[in-house]
């Protein structure tokens, strides 16, 4: 690390680690030999243990000797063998094979954390990679788990490699660690009986401790899970409300910079908060950004879905935006990658933690394109676990559109792929021949048909090598390329996706604005297949899809609507039909109001302002359904929000996605017309 700043990160890491000496000793042994006793020391903990920072101490020490480091972090770097190899040349700032860049006579070291995410190429390491490397290379491997059996079972490597299972403080490490950040004597021996030498649980009880009164710290430290107990005392006593908002974004976001923070508080001064997470113990600085450790994300998305779930609501779609902005702009990986920011909006959903169960896994795996290398492997899978007449279909569809086929790989290995066809440009003479394809675009033409120019596309295939549709990284691929594709596809009319067990996907997919279709259900080699379809025409846009397709955002509103202002839009809505209510409501004061109000009594100006944003959905076809929903919970609103749904006969489901929406059009109206009375 260079510069001023990195100095300053590197002495508090320095002043805030404590222990592992018997580690550091190991470490700085095998730097001192002429030949290294070990070429790989692999270091395995759970998470919060401290191995990132055991592995700041490692590269501080042999910076301080001469030898040179290279670092690679497991988490932002795709598990296959040409990503490895680019993160590390952009570590070294090469160009071209890393492996060239050491001095073939020195000493180097090389550092690789969050090791778990790379297992996929763990054999390729270890029998391609590693070995390449300079004789004096010492290789230095971090993660969650303990080193595969073939490490140990090698002949090569087994005398080479030194397991090192790190574990909680010492008593005596973890009081050096407490006395070293400040924590009254008084507090020691309670702190380290209470965390039990937890390295992450520590630094919490310090961050707690240095917001407010410590005598009252252990009052709810009696829970199970202690990492938990003192992430929400922590956020219980935050300074200030920017402060939580902040803490906030960064457990939302994938990843938090500046403009992250920007984007989401509305603020264009966000240089003092980003550097207070930055010294909150909890969060690590990555190539990307800032992110919270896993343990604590949990806690504070839970803690502010219940605290605050209207400003929960403001500073997700702000997230979302900012990451539909870099969306538009990224090409390539960076593309992937952004649309895993605009998806991770998504994580603390119930429904779809259901289906993505590796959240910690996304950009792992990212599609590419197959190659007519992949076809073997891509129809060996489908008969596997489809039979030999769907692998047939298969073949044929990758002999017609190979590049609808999307592959995703672990190491050299296709580990699953999405077939994403074109039915608009096919023959019809292929079409007929796929009893899937044939069904799809026989009800699209029957339910309305598309217009000239208009595209119809469905995803035939799309399958895990080993979990099939189970959840597994294909789902991981298949909703960054999902979102692509709607991108890509402004012309879209029908869109039809295919899976195996209907019940299984019918909540994912009806969440995401797709219909499920019977009559265009089919059989191949005697087993049923299940549609879902979605009429981009006239379908309405859930909010992620507005949000992407720029629908509800205010095109004159230059900056994003303030959260107090959404909050106060959404109170008027709750209290229209109670004047006394709404005469509290601070819209009343604002310009948009005063300039309307002329001789009428302001709550009745901001009735009429609502009734007009609500009609604004009446102006296109496609929106009458957020009218009605509107109306029917707010404008002539029902006892409660279920009798609304029973009668406009929606699931509960289908109701609030579209209550959602259409609220979020009313904010957006009205923000609008606020935003012109202020700029004029």
């Not at 070429?39 to 501080?60: I, Q, S």
């Not at 009798?643 to 009313?666: C, D, I, K, Q």
């Amino acid at each position: 690390m260079r510069g001023a700043v990195a100095g300053r990160i590197e002495a508090a890491r320095r002043a805030s680690f404590a222990g592992r000496v018997e580690e550091l000793e190991l470490f700085e042994a095998a730097l001192e030999g002429d030949e290294p006793p070990f070429t790989l020391l692999f270091v395995h903990g759970p998470g919060g243990v401290g191995k990132t920072a055991l592995l700041h101490r490692f590269r501080e020490i042999a910076e301080r000797t001469g030898i040179p480091v290279a670092r690679v972090d497991g988490r932002d770097v795709q598990a296959t063998p040409n990503c490895f190899v680019s993160s590390l040349a952009a570590a070294l700032e090469v160009d071209g094979d890393p492996v060239g860049a050491f001095d073939p006579d020195g000493r180097a070291v090389l550092l690789v954390d969050t090791y778990e995410s790379l297992t996929a190429i763990d054999e390729w390491l270890r029998d391609e990679f590693l070995p390449r490397l300079p004789e004096r290379t010492l290789v230095v491997l971090a993660g969650r788990r303990p080193p595969a059996p073939a490490w140990r079972t090698d002949p090569g490597w087994r005398d080479l490699l030194r397991v090192l299972a790190l574990s909680n403080l010492r008593d005596g490490e973890a009081i050096g660690y407490l006395r070293s950040r400040g924590a009254p004597a008084r507090l020691h021996r309670e702190l380290v009986d209470l965390t039990h030498g937890h390295p992450l649980a520590l630094a919490l009880a310090i961050d707690v401790l240095r917001q407010g009164d410590g005598g009252a710290l252990f009052e709810r430290m009696h829970a199970p899970d202690v990492v938990q107990a003192l992430m929400q005392r922590f956020v219980d006593e935050l300074p200030t409300g920017r402060h939580r908002h902040a803490l906030q974004v960064c457990a939302e976001a994938r990843t938090t910079t500046e403009a992250v923070l920007r984007a989401a508080l509305g603020e264009e001064d966000v240089h003092p908060p980003f550097e207070w997470l930055r010294e909150l113990s909890f969060v690590e600085c990555g190539p990307y950004g800032l992110f919270p450790h896993d343990l604590a994300r949990d806690v504070l998305v839970a803690d502010l879905t219940w605290r605050d779930p209207e400003i929960r609501t403001t500073l997700h779609r702000r997230i979302r935006m900012h990451a539909v902005s870099r969306l538009r702009a990224a090409r390539g990986r960076a593309e992937q990658l952004a649309a895993l920011d605009f998806l991770f909006t998504e994580y603390s959903d119930p429904l779809f933690r259901r289906y993505w169960t590796q959240w910690d896994t996304m950009g792992q795996a990212l599609g590419e394109p197959a190659q007519p290398s992949d076809r073997a492997e891509i129809v060996a899978i489908v008969r596997r676990h489809e039979g030999a007449a769907s692998a047939a279909l298969a073949a044929h569809w990758f002999d017609r559109q190979p590049g609808s086929f999307v592959v995703y790989r672990h190491g050299r290995r296709v580990m699953g792929f999405l077939a994403w066809l074109s039915l608009h440009d096919a023959r019809p003479a292929d079409v007929e021949s796929d009893p899937g394809t044939r069904s799809a675009w026989r009800y699209a033409m029957d339910a309305a048909a598309p217009k000239p120019g208009e595209e119809v596309t469905m995803v035939r295939f799309l399958m895990d090598r080993d979990q099939y549709q189970g959840a597994s990284q294909i789902f991981n691929v298949g909703s960054v390329h999902h979102v692509l594709h709607v991108l890509r596809h402004p012309r879209l009319s029908w869109d039809l996706l295919i899976v195996a067990d209907a019940d299984f996907w019918t909540p994912l997919w009806t969440h995401a604005g797709y219909d499920r279709a019977p009559d265009a259900d089919f059989e191949v080699g005697g087993r049923r297949f299940a549609a879902f379809a979605r009429d981009w025409r006239t379908a309405p846009l859930p909010a992620k899809w507005a949000d992407l397709l720029g629908e509800a955002v205010p095109a004159a509103a230059g900056a994003p609507v303030p959260p107090e202002y959404e909050r106060h839009v959404r109170q008027a809505l709750r209290d229209l039909r109670r004047p006394d209510l709404l005469a509290r409501n601070p819209l009343l004061s604002s310009r948009l109001v005063l300039a309307r109000g002329g001789e009428r009594p302001a709550p009745a100006v901001l009735v009429d302002l609502v009734n007009e944003a609500a009609e604004k959905l009446r102006q296109h076809p496609r929106d009458e359904k957020l009218h009605r929903v509107l109306d029917r919970t707010y404008l002539r609103p029902a006892r409660t929000q279920e009798l609304a749904a029973e009668l406009l006969g929606l699931p509960s489901s289908t109701y609030r996605r579209h209550l959602t929406l259409a609220v979020g059009r009313v904010v957006a109206w009205m923000w609008k017309q606020e935003s012109e009375q202020t700029g004029r």
